[in-house]
């Protein structure tokens, strides 16, 4: 069994800063990546950032996160790191934690709360 504990969230005013942190303990093989996405009432869960953990270490990001979000990783910590700066209110959302994984293994966190006020 793999865990994904998220912390970070909370309320933050419109143009400030929050970092979100994931760690994955438990059963862990290899992991491919390990993304953050979000979901917002009403709206479907959408993909924010990611990061491989190949030899490239590529990164993907929305395209309306790009310039203000930075993903990042400590592979001895199986740990990501998702640094957020110039928050906006439509960044408010339940930000949840996925890591993928060898042989078709993917698993997810509970989440957390991330409000921008206006």
């Known amino acids: 069994q793999v865990q994904l504990v998220e912390s970070g969230g909370g309320l933050v005013q419109a143009g400030g800063s929050l970092r979100l942190s994931c760690a994955a303990s438990?059963?862990?093989?290899?992991?491919?990546?390990m993304g953050w996405y979000r979901q917002a009432p009403g709206k479907q869960r959408e993909l924010v950032a990611l990061i491989r953990y190949g030899v490239g270490g590529s990164t993907n990001y929305a395209d309306s996160v790009k310039g203000r979000f930075t993903i990042s990783k400590d592979n001895a910590k199986n740990t990501v790191y998702l640094q957020m700066n110039g928050l906006k209110p439509e960044d408010t959302a339940l930000y949840y934690c996925?890591?993928?994984?060898?042989?078709?293994?993917?698993?997810w966190g509970k989440g957390t709360l991330v409000t921008v006020s206006s």
């Open positions: 996925n890591v993928h994984m060898a042989y078709g293994l993917d698993y």
């Open positions: 438990g059963r862990i093989v290899s992991i491919n990546a």
